[in-house]
Every structure is written in C-alpha cells, then in structure tokens.
C-alpha cells in the first residue's frame, strides 16, 4: 500500500489503522502487528493499494486494505454468517453433530475466523502501544522504515506552535539565575558591611569617630567583590590572604564562600589585577577600602 501526504510526499506500508483524530497508524504487515508510522490527519491525502493510481476508480480494485477480490470475500462472509448463527440458536450439542456429520469442516473455518480476529485485535492493541513507542529511542528507524520525509510538521518533528527547549536554552536560563542570585549575594553583603559599621560608629558614642586601623594590604576584603561576609567564610577555609586566595582552586573558593564559579572567576581575576599593581598602590587601595585618608 502507499500513502500520499499533502507535501506530496509517497511512500509504502503493509497496513494501516484510521483513527478518530482523523489520522493513521501505519504499520509493516497487513495484520497490523506491527507499528513503522503514524500520519496526522491534516498531513494526510490517502492510502492507496499498490495496484491503484492516484485518480484511479476504487470500485473494482479491492477493499483499501490491499485485499482483492474484496466483494466476493464479503460475500464468502456473508454466507458463513448464518451457519455461526444457526450454530448458537441450535447448541452446542446440536452445532457438534453438524460438525461431525460435515467432516467438522465448517466448525475448522469458524475457528480459523475467530482466530484472525482475535490476531486482528490484538494486534490493534499492540499497534496503539506503539504509536507512544514511536516517540522514543525507534523513532529513527521508524523514519527509516516508513520513508516519511522528516520536514513534515507533526510525523516527526513538534508540530507548528510547540516549544523544544534545548540544551542551550536551558543552560542560558541557568546562567541568568546564578547571575541574580550573585546579585542578591553581593547586595546582602554590602548591608551586612552597613550595618557592621553602624555597629561600629555606636560604639565610639561620645568621643567622637575615630580613624579605622589601617588594613593590611593582603587582607581579601581589599578584592572588589569581597567583604565581611565572604571573608569570613574564606577565613574559616583557611583562605585569609590574596595570596592564599590567588593560590587557591575554583573549586575550594566556590566551596569555602558558598557562591558560583561565575563569581569565583571575578574574584581570581581582580586579585591577579590587584597582586600586579605596585606596593604603594596596594596600600593606598587598602586604605581607601576602610575609608583612612
């Protein structure tokens, strides 16, 4: 059989199951045990026998499951069908001296009828299954099995109007969260550097303010970025100088501080900057940090 999509795209199945969404499931056998495709209704154009051409009358071809001579079939049916019946108005005691009398012919063919349509539905089930399946690790070989073409919207890609997020995508939202949260960080810090000196200036009371001792130039408070807070927690690690900070890995900085690598690079970087300036510089540079002049 061939299905034709609305691209004009073609391509062969050996069966098919229309759904109610107005779509098909394809599949490799006429029994439909086994699931290769599935076609979305708005891409679908037909599914034709490979016997018949697009604009070719259906009438005298088969039944559009590849099944010729489909008339004469329905009426092969048709006269079984009042043999089933007579069979269950009559007994089972009754239908079994038939049988026996006929050579259990008819009773053969009637279990070879209830067999295929047991082997039909099950096989509907399984290929209801493998429309979900299909989504996942055999989707490329399903694309290669059905020939469906991979530009159409919907057979294998998200359709018109979904959203994939990406790997970039999501790691770009990633980076904009640490940002904030480093921004939160950084503003917490310079409060708790605020009210440190509030603290500081209430204790002086009457006599007046009182220069601040000046502030050893490898002290990490001197690195933009660094106050009470984070040297602390460098302090704590082992980390009290600009050397030590200079010296020590990404890793430990982001573990002793408890901040993003994003941060710990800037820290790095300024120290660098800072550990080439001149000696005096350094100094005057600690001494603008605690305000002596």
């Given at each position: ?5 609305t ?6 199945c ?14 490799a ?5 086994r699931v ?19 604009g ?10 590849g ?17 089933e019946?007579?069979d ?5 005691d009754?239908?079994?001296g038939e ?7 008819d ?24 429309v ?20 159409v ?14 790997h ?15 921004g939160?960080?950084?503003r917490?810090?310079?409060m ?8 500081s ?5 009457a ?18 970025g660094?106050?009470e ?30 901040v ?10 300024r120290a660098?900057r ?20």
């Amino acid at each position: 059989m061939k299905v034709y999509l609305t691209d004009g795209t073609s391509f062969e199945c050996g069966g098919y199951k229309a759904l109610d969404s107005g779509g098909v499931v394809l599949t490799a056998d006429k029994k439909r045990k086994r699931v290769v495709g599935y076609v979305p209704g708005d891409a679908l154009v037909y599914v034709l026998p490979d016997d018949v051409e697009p604009g070719d009358s259906l009438a005298d071809e088969g039944d559009g499951n590849g099944n010729e001579d489909g008339d004469r079939d329905g009426d092969d049916d048709t006269g079984d069908a009042p043999d089933e019946s007579d069979d269950e108005a009559r007994g089972p005691d009754d239908a079994n001296g038939e049988n026996d009398a006929n050579g259990n012919g008819d009773a053969n063919e009637a279990d070879e009828s209830e067999t295929e349509v047991d082997a039909d539905e099950s096989g509907d089930e399984a290929g209801d299954g493998g429309v979900a399946d299909s989504d996942g690790d055999g989707s490329a070989q399903t694309i290669v099995e059905a020939g469906v073409d991979p530009g159409v919207p919907g057979v294998t890609g998200a359709a018109d109007g979904e959203t994939e997020h990406t790997h970039a995508d999501l790691v770009e939202r990633l980076g904009a969260v640490e940002s904030r949260v480093d921004g939160l960080d950084g503003r917490v810090d310079a409060m708790t550097e605020q009210l440190a000196a509030v603290v500081s200036a209430g204790d002086l009371g009457a006599e007046g303010a009182v220069t601040e001792e000046a502030r050893d130039p490898e002290d990490p408070r001197n690195i933009r970025g660094i106050g009470e807070a984070y040297a602390t927690r460098l302090r704590a690690a082992g980390i009290d100088t600009v050397s030590a900070l200079r010296e020590a890995s990404d890793e430990e900085l982001a573990a002793a501080a408890d901040v993003s690598a994003r941060r710990v690079a800037d820290w790095k970087r300024r120290a660098e900057r800072y550990a080439e300036r001149p000696a005096s510089d350094r100094d005057d540079a600690a001494d603008d940090a605690t305000g002596v002049e």
